[in-house]
T-cell receptor, first 112, second 114 residues
Framework: GDSVTQMEGPVTLSEEAFLTINCTYTATGYPSLFWYVQYPGEGLQLLLKATKADDKGSNKGFEATYRKETTSFHLEKGSVQVSDSAVYFCALRGTGGFKTIFGAGTRLFVKA | NAGVTQTPKFQVLKTGQSMTLQCAQDMNHEYMSWYRQDPGMGLRLIHYSVGAGITDQGEVPNGYNVSRSTTEDFPLRLLSAAPSQTSVYFC?????????????FGSGTRLTVV
């Protein structure tokens, strides 16, 4: 079945550092790919998405490119802020368009 | 718009008790899902619905029931609570289909079973 694997955390960075959180997936067909962010005590919020190969999703300085050849969707940000501290989830929605599968989440701490 | 509204926010149950977690959305989304979130395990799908009158099981459906009598509401029923059901529960909704975009999540219900 479909699955999502993302790097284990926590990831600790200093403010203004470069961020990469790796995400790879296994799926049949052409899934849609997502990154969600969860701040403490809140529900998940959609951060960005990509629906086909080579698409780049972007939002709030975060970017991720849908790489079908490597089945990856790595999240990047050029300069993190303390306010980016949160848990980040990679997810895919399968070709049938019904179920969404989530990775285990990666906690990010950004120090001032 | 209110988005996705979950009630209650917190609940403590005794083993064997039953209860219903409420979820309502006002965006006319066809697709609604229930997930549970446990430390280190991400989100696991309990049940989902692709429209009124249609529901199906996810990864971890045992001990839970759902129904979808209207587009707006998707309650989750715990039949006989067990300590293993202690978790944070999230309801989410979206438009249906491959290119429909991501979920809108509720703020969650934190359930403790003692």
């Amino acid at each position: 079945g479909d699955s999502v694997t993302q790097m284990e955390g926590p990831v600790t960075l200093s403010e203004e550092a470069f961020l990469t959180i790796n995400c790879t997936y296994t799926a049949t067909g052409y899934p849609s790919l997502f990154w969600y962010v969860q701040y403490p005590g809140e529900g998940l919020q959609l951060l960005l998405k990509a629906t086909k190969a080579d698409d780049k999703g972007s939002n709030k300085g975060f970017e991720a490119t849908y790489r079908k050849e490597t089945t990856s969707f790595h999240l990047e940000k050029g300069s993190v802020q303390v306010s980016d501290s949160a848990v980040y989830f990679c997810a895919l929605r399968g070709t049938g368009g019904f179920k969404t599968i989530f990775g285990a989440g990666t906690r990010l701490f950004v120090k001032a | 718009n209110a988005g996705v509204t979950q009630t209650p926010k917190f609940q403590v149950l005794k083993t064997g008790q039953s209860m219903t977690l409420q979820c309502a959305q006002d965006m006319n989304h066809e697709y609604m899902s229930w997930y549970r979130q446990d430390p280190g395990m991400g989100l696991r799908l309990i049940h989902y619905s692709v429209g009124a009158g249609i529901t199906d099981q996810g990864e971890v459906p045992n001990g839970y029931n759902v129904s979808r009598s209207t587009t707006e509401d998707f309650p989750l029923r715990l039949l006989s609570a067990a300590p293993s059901q202690t978790s944070v529960y999230f309801c989410a909704s979206s438009y249906k289909g491959q290119g429909a975009g991501g979920y809108t999540f509720g703020s969650g219900t934190r359930l403790t079973v003692v």
